[in-house]
């Protein structure tokens, strides 16, 4: 893989995680409202398989989708400012953490409902084919969505009509508080889908190599008219289901297990739990950027002098990130307003 | 039926969709007389979206009469027999040809009977219960008890007595009342719980009429004057009950009853103890003009502390009383002048004044009415 | 230059012009296709336009009606035929939480040309589940707009507008009005889609309704004619937004208003426009506006309990019968 291909990817998982730490601190202050569900662990997912798409294509995201946004392209600032909710915002304020959307990177929300990225991305790719185009859909969606009737209408359909789509399973194990065992009378999710005659493939969402190679094989394989194709990503999410949640149905052991990689070591009988920082989860031991960042290093992509420089860059970003939406103007009643009314002004109405 | 008589089958014309409700036959597939089994096609009909097959429903002889072919028929209609036995076929005429002649399009056989209509559909019954007020809450004020006077009984406030006492009596027309007799109405049941009495004197009124005549004011004006000053030095009559306690007004209004042709209705002169009489008499110009056209608005006749009713005019009224309405304490009604002077009727609240105050009441208008002439005075001292 | 059609007739007729007019419209629903329709309204577009365009969905009201919203966001414009408005409860998610609100929460940056054409209303005897309609629901979704043809020529117009417009537009017929007839020109004017008609003029009293029950409503006025009492007929054919000038001009003229409508009368369509034209008319008025809804009561089997259910012709008449009556009140004319 090209080095500035790794260089890129390794730097949208730092820029996700510094940005999702910030957003969380944000949130304590008062100045994040509302839901906030974070995206820790789960980078790899986000880098692997959105930098193996062309800007052409599309993406269908749900409401834990600031680092899809990030890695998408979208400035840190307007994700931030969406976040504040003000007019500078992705969604000029009206959409919040939930209802993110980026008409000129095709990033096309943003949905709060569980489930309800599969229906639309069927749809848009719904329209490619019957424009003949070649351009893919790639729909986000969780281990909980896997039980929504939506999920199974979307499947067959996307089936039944070879339609461009590529599902991308972000599979943390938990549906808010039920692990997947407790919510899924067939917890492999792979299982599932091939009953609907639709090619999947389950794979480490830890390491965001594995991930995007995946990806490029599926991507290729609808490209060449293979139909939708779905990838099952093992993932994990450090925080809990969102900044509401404490995310205590997890033992402790369990978190530490993933952030170190190593069963036995997390066997710690006396471990206290509690959110890791940052200098934390880099004092226990490697994380999936760690793994990469290693990895990247063993290759001789990356000298770790390049990784400080990294972090740095992208706590810049982020820092101006905040300011920037911190002054940032409020949106107006009458812009609302107008977001309502703007798609009929040409037409008469009465 | 007995053994005697023919087994006849109807053959009815068949739903054959779930929004039809006549088909045409077209054709019969098999003639009279013909073995018929169950299941068999034995007619073609034309619905409201296709052309169907009519099946037998049971063994034996198509029989006549038939319908002709190209006959309308409302589902449900006869058509024709199917007979248990040959022998019968052409025996089944005279019932079957007079439940044939029923025309076609008589009372939507098929269509579902009309519900055996009360007098009012449900949906209309839904529709005017809405509009009918609902009866207010009996929020009637707790009576205070005075020695040796019961506490009024409870009057139901419901719009409305019994119908059936009506009912019992000649037939009757219901006409929707005015608005303004609706609203005296529902005042006046209002009012109904209010324990009152009533006391009432002999008062000269030849001095007032004699002084409104020199100075150019309304009887009425005046009046009002002589009671507004009365009730300042008898500050009780411009109290009001609540439950809580009197509510004591710091002016006086007096509302006087006039009769608008329609009605009655009592424009309220404000301050009519305090300001000069030149301005109330200008007020009462204007009130009295408006009542006469019905532009009254319901700040010109609400809230009086004190009321004032004269039908004097009727010299065979030698003396009335009033309904003392909500808001105020008392409200005297003037009779005719006599030789002695004319019965004034001061009926009150109980909750509020006892009677030797009502008696003190009129003993000071008394004064007032003799000696008119503190009644043109801007203020007067408490 | 006007032709008889029937309602599903003019409706096939407009779905054909547009598709013809515009590659980008499609249509998709249960038995769409091969079938022609479960009304009759797509039939031979199967054969003219193909698979793509004339889309059989299997039976996942949600996801089709989500697939038509996913499609509106990238530039095409989908009609999406749910088989009738019970179905459309399976469907909300997409219309309401989709359809409505992603040109808002995107902050303007997407447009939602979507139609969902859907009949509801009683027909006959096909019990609670298939007999109800849900107008009062949409109405109270920010986003949406509801158009409510009763005749085959504004079944023509309003489908075709709805198409040509940029914002989800939900077509409401009714089963019933199908097979009625009545004149379609092709090339008329078309009036603005929102706009109200007055079918009838009248002096006396002011009838307002919409779908079949307009319908209804200009039954009753013939019979009231015979009478001596001139009903005014409005047939609203819209439920949002709703025409109220025109309403209220009419209530200057006549002072009484009785709204006819076949969907429940708690917190129905009727409550909103009793309630609005009372706001806006009140000193017009001389009598408080009188609503003939439907029984709040799931619809019954039985047929004529389900017949007694909704107001028929004799009970509008009735109605306005009662609501004419004089009072010394009435002002003159």
Known sequence: MERETLHHMLRDMLLSRAFEERAAEEYSKGNIVGFLHLYPGEEAVAAGVINAIGPSDYIVSNYREHAHALVRGTPAREVMAELFGRSTGMSGGMGGSMHMFDRERRFMGGYAIVGQTCPIAIGIAYAIAMRGLPEVVVSFLGDGAVNQGTFHESLNMASLWRLPVLFVCENNHYAIGTEIHRHSAVPEVFKRVAAYNIPTEKIDGMDVLKVHNATKQALDRIRRGGGPQFIECETYRYRGHSMADPGTYRPAVELKAYQTWDPIAAAIRDVEFKYPTPDELAEVGPDNIKLFADHLIDDEHLAEAEVEELKVDVKKIVDDAVAFAAQSAQPTMDAAWGHLNGSHRHETLM | ?382 | MSQELLYWQALNRALDHEMAADESVFTLGEDVGLYGGSYRVTEGLYAKYGEWRVRDTPISENSFTGLGVGAALVGTRPVVEIMTINLMLLALDSIINGAAKIPFMSGGQFKMPLVVRVPGGIARQLAAQHAQRLEHTLMNVPGLRIAVPATPQDAYWQLRQAIQSDDPIIVLEHELLYFTKGPVDFVAEAPPMHRAAVRREGRDLTIVGYSRHAVLAQEAASELAKEGIGAEVIDLRSLKPIDWNTCAASLEKTHRLLIVEEDCRFAGAGAEIAATLTERCFHSLDAPAQRLAGLDMPTPYNGALEAATIPQVPDIVAAARELCRPTPETKAA
């Open chain 2, 1 to 382: 039926m007995t053994m005697n008589q023919p087994q006849a089958h109807a053959i009815t014309m068949p739903a054959l969709s779930d929004t039809m409700s006549n088909g045409r036959l077209v054709k019969w597939t098999k003639k009279s007389g013909d073995e018929v089994k169950k299941g068999d096609v034995i007619a073609e009909v034309e619905t409201d979206k296709a052309v169907m097959d009519v099946e037998a429903f049971q063994d034996g002889y198509l029989s006549g009469p038939l319908a002709g072919e190209g006959t309308e028929a409302p589902v449900g209609q006869t058509i024709g027999y199917i007979t248990d036995n040959l022998a019968d076929v052409s025996s089944v005429k005279s019932t079957a040809v007079e439940a044939a002649r029923l025309p076609a399009g008589n009372g939507n056989a098929a269509a579902p009977s009309p519900v055996a209509q009360a007098r009012v559909s449900a949906v209309l019954a839904a529709s005017m219960a809405s509009l009918r007020p609902s009866p207010l809450r009996d929020t009637g004020p707790a009576t205070m008890r005075t020695s040796g006077e019961p506490a009024a009984p409870k009057i139901p406030l419901a719009a409305g007595g019994p119908r059936s006492a009506i009912e019992a009596g000649p037939p009757y027309r219901v006409e929707r009342a005015s608005s303004l007799r609706e609203a005296v109405a529902r005042n006046m049941i209002a009012s109904a719980p209010t324990p009152s009495f009533r006391v009432t004197a002999q008062l000269a009124l030849e001095p007032l009429l004699a002084a409104a005549q020199a100075q150019h004011y309304a009887l009425s004006l005046l009046l009002a004057r002589a009671c507004a000053l009365t009730i300042v030095a008898h500050p009780l009559f411009n109290a009001a009950y609540t439950p809580d306690g009197l509510a004591r007004r710091d002016r006086v209004d007096i509302g006087i009853a006039i009769d608008n042709g329609e009605g009655l209705i009592t424009p309220v002169l404000r301050d009519a103890a305090r300001r000069p009489l030149d301005e109330l008499a200008e007020d009462w110009t204007q009130l009295r003009d408006k009542a006469k056209s019905r532009r009254l608005a319901p700040a010109d006749y609400s809230g009086a502390t004190f009321y004032v009713s004269d039908l004097g005019v009727f010299s065979v009224v030698y003396a009335f009383d009033s309904i003392i309405p909500i808001g105020a304490s008392a409200i005297l009604s003037i009779g005719a002048s006599g030789p002695q002077g004319a019965f004034c009727t001061l009926s009150c609240d109980h909750r509020v004044v006892f009677g030797a105050d009502a008696a003190r009441f009129l003993a000071t208008l008394e004064q007032h009415l003799k000696d008119p002439a503190k009644l043109f005075a801007v203020e007067t001292q408490q």
